[in-house]
């Protein structure tokens, strides 16, 4: 029993009042149906009033990374995203006792600091954020029939033989050059597509293939055969919203012409610069996934286009804003 666990504290009171009436170490040890040596600690333990009668508490080597070390280990994280073997040499340089690299490993990860992928982010700067906080500030509290009123669009490219993203399969170690564990690729990456769509709240919109690169004399040609009839027929009285990201064709000088051309028949939706786009996929699987039986479903993905804008640390403090997307 002593070996396998530690002693309870009934068990110890037990052997230092048989201790101190006068009971041998051998006739304890057999009474409790422990070792000799936990008897002898135990006793020894609450004579010198240490307060440590655990036989298992010095059972390991001390850490060789001590708790002050650690602290250290932490800030150099911290400061820069070292490997292990920086991070070691960092370490040994103020310590006279070398550490080798596997036990910088096995406190990175007792601490928590695991090493994952990076994260990929727009780069942003403070004009930037600036304006992603006051587009969420204006757009945070739109109300449902206030988005309904806007057509989102966006162009996608989807490749044609091969995988872009991580894809990970289960096999043996000798099963790496299987059929059904290999993918195969061609010369130049075998070709792909690209679609330009738009979504509105009450149906899909069109889906238009886009030949070669999306320029702005193409873009032009799809905003005008596309965007100009489209935007007519779903609002007729005029007050329907267009939405664009900041794409270079987007934003060039005969697009935005156009727009302010016919300014008066649909407005168009000011996007922050720089902004994540990948929310609209999610959107457009969102909607064509449920067909429409939860409206309050519905807003909240269409707001949560708004709240994205309040990313990195910035905070919507102020009250609500009253604007609306219509004029």
């Known amino acids: 029993m002593g070996k396998s666990r530690d002693l309870t504290d009934i068990e110890k009171g037990m052997i230092i009042g048989d201790r101190a009436r006068g009971g041998s170490i051998s006739e304890t040890a057999a009474f409790m149906k422990c070792s000799r040596s936990a008897v002898m600690n135990v006793y020894n333990n609450w004579k010198n009033q240490e307060g440590v009668m655990s036989r ?3 059972c390991w080597a001390p850490r060789a990374i001590n708790d002050r070390s650690e602290r250290r280990l932490r800030r150099l994280v911290k400061c820069d995203r070292y490997t292990v073997d920086t991070l070691t040499a960092q370490i040994n340089q ?29 780069m942003l700067t403070s004009v930037h954020r600036k304006k992603r906080r006051a587009f969420a500030l204006q757009h945070k509290h739109c109300t449902l029939e206030q988005w309904k009123k806007v057509a989102f669009s966006d162009e996608s490219r989807f490749l044609l033989h091969r995988i872009d993203g991580r894809c990970r399969i289960r096999r043996e170690t000798s099963g790496n050059k299987l059929p059904e564990t290999t993918v195969g690729h061609q010369q130049g990456g075998g070709g792909s597509v690209m679609v330009w769509v738009m979504f509105p709240w009450h149906a899909l919109g069109p889906l238009i293939p886009v030949e070669g ?3 702005s004399c193409a873009y032009l040609s799809i905003v005008a055969d596309q965007i100009h009839p489209y935007m007519a027929t779903m609002y007729p009285a005029n007050y329907g919203v267009f939405r664009q990201d900041n794409a270079t064709c987007h934003v060039s000088k005969i697009v935005r012409a156009w727009f302010e051309e016919h300014n008066e028949e649909f407005q168009l939706l000011p996007w922050p610069s720089n902004s994540q786009t990948s929310t609209l996929a999610k959107i ?3 909607i064509s996934i449920d067909t429409y039986d939860s409206k ?13 804008c309040c990313s990195h640390g910035h905070r919507c403090m102020s ?5 609306t997307l219509s004029p």
């Open 94 to 122: 103020q310590c006279t006792r070398k550490l080798p690299g596997t036990t910088v490993q096995c406190t990175l990860l007792r601490i928590g600091l695991r090493s994952r992928r990076l994260i990929s982010a727009p």
């Open 296 to 308: 309050t479903l519905h807003l909240r993905i269409f707001t949560s286009n708004a709240i994205l």
């Open 284 to 286: 457009c699987g969102n």
């Open 56 to 58: 298992r508490a010095n």
């Open 319 to 323: 009250p609500p804003s009253k604007h």
């Open 213 to 215: 690169t999306l320029n």
